[in-house]
């Protein structure tokens, strides 16, 4: 993929959506879905906090500049193209990307990789506003995951060891601007081992959307002797749903009518079996598809 023109310095006003860019230059050649909806939540949040004064308008031009380079580059890739691909796109990514940390965290494995993942999954989860209002389940990945880095990340800093796993949240603490928590470089996460258990720490409210591959409240239980290292994860057998042989017949009832969101709502449903497929988790992809082959032939969910 051929560079992007370099933006102009950043103006202070635009602070705010300053690791959201680095993410995108980050994602450039690894993800460059994810890297074009970076720049365009920044370009969407920096029209709204100052496109009048000459330094900001001269910054988004540039900006803007690069999302049409990037829109052409990619051509008519169906993420780009279509809503709803890019937002189950953004969202698994930024899930799996959450649940590398919170695996690593969970299993008392503190580096700078889970951090600036930690921290990553929150700046995603900020992108996928661009096509809407966040899930309540979104939000609280969010402000979890930004409360976690900045809870490692000081700690780490002043030589105390974190506690593992959910420790209550602070409601009130927000991710401090520093430089640190984003500094490390993106690791590849691995596929995350999936469990049905249950989490009695104070966050345990937290559940992954359909797809995410294992709920966030998922106790990372791995016994010192397991031999176990921060690069690799031990895979979990795979408990199949029962098939609903009703789905079988997939007629549609001749009076069901299907409305624009029901068929936009199936078809996130089979872009997060494909993902789910893609990490070889069988149980995540049959539940979507059976759930998109009952909304299809019912128009209920």
């Not at 409210?205 to 591959?213: E, R």
């Not at 789905?247 to 009832?253: A, D, E, G, H, P």
Request: proline residues 8%; hydrophobic residues 35%; glycine residues 4%.
């Amino acid at each position: 993929m051929a560079a992007l023109a370099q933006l102009p310095p950043l103006p202070p006003q635009f602070k705010s959506i300053q690791h959201h860019l680095r993410t995108a230059q980050e994602h450039d050649k690894r993800d460059p879905v994810v890297a074009y909806y970076c720049r365009l939540y920044a370009m969407q949040t920096g029209m709204k906090i100052d496109s009048k004064t000459p330094e900001c308008r001269k910054f988004l031009s540039k900006l803007m500049d690069q999302l049409e380079a990037l829109k052409k580059q990619l051509g008519d890739n169906e993420a780009i193209t279509q809503e709803i691909v890019g937002s189950a796109h953004l969202e698994n990514y930024a899930l799996k990307m959450f649940l590398y940390a919170d695996n690593e965290d969970r299993a008392g494995r503190f580096h700078k990789n889970m951090i600036k993942s930690f921290y990553t999954a929150s700046l995603l989860i900020d992108v996928i506003t661009v096509f809407g209002e966040l899930t309540d389940e979104n939000v609280k990945h969010r402000k979890y995951a930004r409360w976690k880095a900045t809870y490692i990340h000081n700690c780490l800093k002043n030589g105390e060891t974190p506690q593992a796993g959910p420790v209550g949240i602070e409601e009130d603490n927000d991710v401090e601007d520093t430089e640190d928590a984003g500094a490390a470089p993106l690791p590849t996460p691995p596929p995350p081992a999936s469990s049905s258990a249950s989490d009695p720490g104070s966050f345990s409210g937290v559940q992954i959307p359909p797809g995410a591959h294992a709920p966030a409240n998922t106790p990372a239980e791995v016994p010192p002797s397991a031999g176990v290292t921060s690069n690799t994860i031990q895979p979990t057998p795979q408990t199949i749903p029962a098939i609903d042989s009703t789905l079988f017949n997939t007629v549609s009832q001749a009076d069901v009518r299907l409305t624009p969101e029901d068929f936009a709502r199936a078809q996130k449903y089979c872009k997060y079996a494909g993902s789910a497929l893609q990490y070889e988790d069988v149980s995540t992809a049959v539940q979507n598809l059976q759930k998109a082959l009952k909304l299809l032939t019912t128009g209920r969910e």
